[in-house]
């Protein structure tokens, strides 16, 4: 596979609330690249799409959506995909990426929910994602995503059903290190035996970002807090087993922290990069 037209080294999630730090202490150096959710930005105007510009026009992006719901029982947001496909092209983005799981049926359920790892749910969701690439004019990168229960009839494990999707609808792998590490700990899988079943040539993306503990120990994933050592040590892992560097982006969605702790944490993805990249090529950092 070839990944030319993807952004390189490691970026940060664009959030409205950074705008400002953004631009009044300036860029920091590690970041590469931002990620922008499109539904939330496709067809602003006004100052919003002024902020917007002053950084496409500066800076690679990447989008990650957030209800196309590709395994979702209603009918597949066309419009939606046409709006993206639009935005896209207005700001030179290269990579669209989306949850391997449903949150909408007649209405937006505002959750990312699983779905039963069935051949049938494989067959559903790959057809969804080929209409998507063929509306895209592109291969789309599918995210492994962070559940909390297993849906019922199950007929394969999680790697495996991610695996098969991927398959089956010849697409990229969007890679979330926090999302394996939190499942594993919920549901007590190794997560170096996940990303050792997994077709790792497919990843084109990935993502690190922090989590919630409750008290009763099960991890949520909530882009609202540092990223952890145990998830720092996975990257590394992650990293380890590819054979070329990948763009990999910080989430992080809100509590956040001054600017300069976010740099810290996007500098130490760069690190890691540097570390693990082909000798016949260096990261920027």
Known sequence: MTFERLPEGAGLGFRRDLIAPLRDEGVPAAVRFFEIAPENWAGVGGRSATELRAFTERFPFVCHGLSLSLGGPGALDE??????RAFMREHGITLYTEHLSWCADAHQLYDLLPIPMTEDAVRWVAARIARAQDILGMRIGIENASTYLAPPGGEMNEAEFVT?????????????????????????????????????ERVAYMHVAGHHQEADGLLIDTHGADVIDPVWALLDETCARLDRSVPTCLERDFDFPALATLSAEVERIARIQAHHAPPHRSVAQ
């Open 79 to 84: 419009t939606l995909l046409r709006r993206v």
């Open 164 to 200: 098969a999707v991927l398959e089956e609808a010849d697409c990229l792998l969007h890679l979330d290190v926090n999302n394996v590490y939190v499942n594993s700990r919920n549901f007590g899988f190794d997560p170096l035996a996940y990303l050792d079943a997994l077709p790792l």
